[in-house]
Structure formats: structure tokens, C-alpha cells
């Protein structure tokens, strides 16, 4: 299949949907669920393996020459396109009958990223980005995300999945002391928080020890939506790591001088 934008976000919808079929027959069903660390709990159930292994299939259909990172399972090529998959991004969402757990699908092409998808299949919302574009599907209708204009740290909704289990305890403390300047905070939003941001519900995502699969999907996403998507130290978010999401450069200005600053 030729290499175009087109083409590539038209499979990457076809792989949503087949993605979709698979994860939505397991979900509250009673699954074996296995911890892929010894010492933490990180879940896993057939349902990330299948939906990685089908993904997997439709890539190497379609697109033979290009590499997969997968949190499940990779496949290593030489090539300057590599896609990025999270089978179920919020495996614990998921095995707890929580329903904002997605699929995350991106494609880099030499290290950076053109294309984005979040699906969120309980939700039946498809969150898309790329070619400057960034909109939603939801019952089948289409519309442009757009984010707010919040730029004051007092009046910010901060999301996270959860400040325990940032990379470490000095990152949840900063977090922490962040939260407490802001207007409300939710927390348990895995990938539907960005996608929440994208579309103008909240205005901050700030998160620690991200893998790639976890975030570059997102990108295209916020980026086309008019907002920031960096790490804590105004990088690139293309290996993961730690995240701020806002709606603005203004306000990210603002946060990374927080989240920086030693405490007196």
C-alpha cells in the first residue's frame, strides 16, 4: 500500500475497529490476569495479548517494511516508519470493569510522529490527529477538537491516572504540591484524559514514568487541537517518560517553572 497520510490513517482506523471487536468480547468477563513485574502490580490478560497480535497482522499486511514497538510484542525492521501500539492503554481499568480504557495506535516516520489514534471502544469514541488535523468520532459523527483557553494555574481541572504510580516518590511529592494550587483534580483517567484535554473538558495532564506506547498517540491529538504536549523538561515526547499535557504554551510555561523549581 502506497506510503500516504490517507492511507496510513485509513488502515490505522481499520485497526481500531478489528482492535475494538476483540478487546470489547473480554471486557467484564472473568479473565486469568497475570503481573508482568515481580514487584509491582502490571497487568496483564489475553485481551492485550490478542488485540497486540492482531494489530500486529494488519501492519505487517499492509505495511511489510515498517516497524512495530508494541507494549506486547515488537517487530524490528529497518525502516523510517515505526508504529507504536498500546493494545489496552489502562489494564487495570479494564480488568476492573471501568470503562475508559483505550487503544492507543501512532505512527513515527523518522522520529516523529504523524498519526494518532485513541479509540475508546466502551465509550464508542475514536479520538484522531495528524496532517494538522484533530477531531472525534462518537456515534459515527465527526467533529473538530479544540482546546480551552485556561492559562491560570488557579482555575486548571488537573488529571492523572494516579500520583502512585509516578516513576518515583520525589515526582508524586511535586505533583502533589502542584495539585494544590489548582481549581479540582480527577484522578484514573489513563488515555481518555488527553483525549478529555483535546476536546476541551480539562486542562492539565501531568504524569511520570510514561513508556512510548503510553503517549505518542496522543500527540498528533493535542498538538492539532491547539494544545502542549511536552515532558517535565520541555522535550519531545517521543520515549515516554515524564509528561505535562495543557492547553496552552502560557500555562505549560507556567507548570514546568512550578514542577521545576526547588523548594525552597
Known amino acids: 500500500m502506497r506510503n500516504s497520510i490517507h492511507n496510513f490513517a485509513k488502515v490505522a482506523n481499520y485497526i481500531a475497529d478489528d482492535a475494538r471487536k476483540i478487546s470489547l468480547n473480554y471486557f467484564k468477563k472473568k479473565l486469568h490476569v497475570k503481573s508482568k513485574d515481580k514487584k509491582s502490580f502490571n497487568p496483564v490478560t489475553i ?6 497480535r492482531k494489530i ?12 512495530i514497538l508494541g507494549e506486547e510484542e515488537s517487530i ?6 515505526q508504529w507504536c501500539i498500546d493494545p489496552i492503554d489502562g489494564t487495570k481499568s479494564f480488568i476492573q470493569g471501568f470503562p475508559i480504557w483505550g487503544t492507543l495506535i501512532s505512527l513515527s516516520r523518522k522520529k516523529d510522529i504523524i498519526l494518532g489514534v485513541a479509540d475508546i471502544p466502551v465509550l464508542d469514541e475514536r479520538y484522531i490527529g495528524y496532517s494538522r488535523l484533530s477531531y472525534k468520532i462518537k456515534n459515527g459523527i465527526k467533529t473538530r477538537l ?6 491560570k494555574i488557579e482555575d486548571c481541572i488537573l488529571n492523572t491516572t494516579s500520583p502512585y504510580v509516578f516513576a518515583n516518590k520525589q515526582d508524586q511529592k511535586i505533583f502533589e504540591r502542584v495539585a494544590k494550587e489548582v ?3 480527577r484522578l484514573g483517567g489513563d488515555c481518555y ?16 514514568g510514561l513508556k512510548p506506547w503510553d503517549i505518542r498517540a496522543l500527540e498528533p491529538i493535542i498538538i492539532n487541537a491547539k494544545g502542549v504536549l511536552k515532558t517535565w523538561e520541555g522535550n519531545k515526547i517521543l520515549n515516554g517518560g515524564r509528561i505535562i499535557a495543557a492547553t496552552n504554551d502560557k500555562l505549560f510555561k507556567k507548570i514546568k517553572n512550578k514542577i521545576n523549581k526547588k523548594p525552597s
Open 47 to 52: 485481551a492485550d495479548i490478542k488485540v497486540q
Open 56 to 67: 500486529n497482522q494488519i501492519i505487517k499486511k499492509y505495511f511489510p517494511t515498517h516497524s
Open 76 to 81: 524490528e525492521n529497518v525502516s523510517d516508519y
Open 146 to 151: 479544540k482546546v480551552r483557553n485556561t492559562d
Open 183 to 185: 481549581k479540582t483534580v
Open 193 to 208: 484524559s488527553y483525549c478529555l484535554l483535546a476536546d476541551g473538558h480539562i486542562d492539565l495532564v501531568i504524569e511520570s
